[in-house]
């Protein structure tokens, strides 16, 4: 766990050994790649930003997205986690577990991507409930929807889950 072993600051990453943070974050997966990272994006924050990202927290949605996705390693989930979570800005991001749970439900076409999925899912809930709902999908999926072999006669929601008529 990265913050065991890191005060995590950008200040304090921008500096810290690459191999150390790799060691840390080994669990994850992809640590090689992710440590870089988030080195990289901890001294552009320190270098670029005043090593803090309230100057984006501080702009509109759209723009804070864009701004975010533009710092190395920042995808549209990342964007969007970190926007939820740290700017209390109204998006609902999805993840593996939001994407599928979403998918199987069919809140979203099958082959819908990850700004179809977050749009739709953003229009069935009110913004004051995205944080719910991202942690209820995410715990429904770790728990019953999962990738293999779903716990359709357990599911909280199977009554409602044309996947689990179809023992998919």
């Known amino acids: 766990n990265l913050s065991e072993k890191f005060r995590l600051t950008p200040t304090v990453l921008s500096k810290a ?5 790799e060691k840390a974050i080994r669990i994850g997966g992809l640590h090689r790649n992710k440590s870089r990272v988030i080195k990289e994006l901890s001294r552009v924050i320190v270098e670029e930003l005043n090593g803090t990202l309230d100057f984006i927290y501080s702009t509109s949605l759209d723009e804070a997205r864009e701004l975010l ?87 909280p929601v199977n009554m409602l889950c044309p996947s689990a008529k179809l023992g998919d």
Do not use: W
């Open 17 to 21: 050994n690459v191999k150390a943070i």
């Open 69 to 155: 996705m533009a710092l190395p390693g920042i995808g549209p989930k990342t964007a969007d986690v970190v926007l939820l979570f740290s700017a209390n800005k109204p998006v609902l991001p999805v993840d593996t577990h939001v994407n599928r749970v979403s998918k199987r439900l069919e809140l979203v076409a099958s082959k819908a991507d990850y700004e179809r999925v977050r749009l739709t899912l953003q229009s069935l809930y009110s913004p004051n409930h995205y944080l719910a709902v991202h942690i209820l999908l995410i715990m429904l999926g770790r728990k019953y929807c999962t990738a293999r072999r779903p716990s359709h006669a357990s599911c």
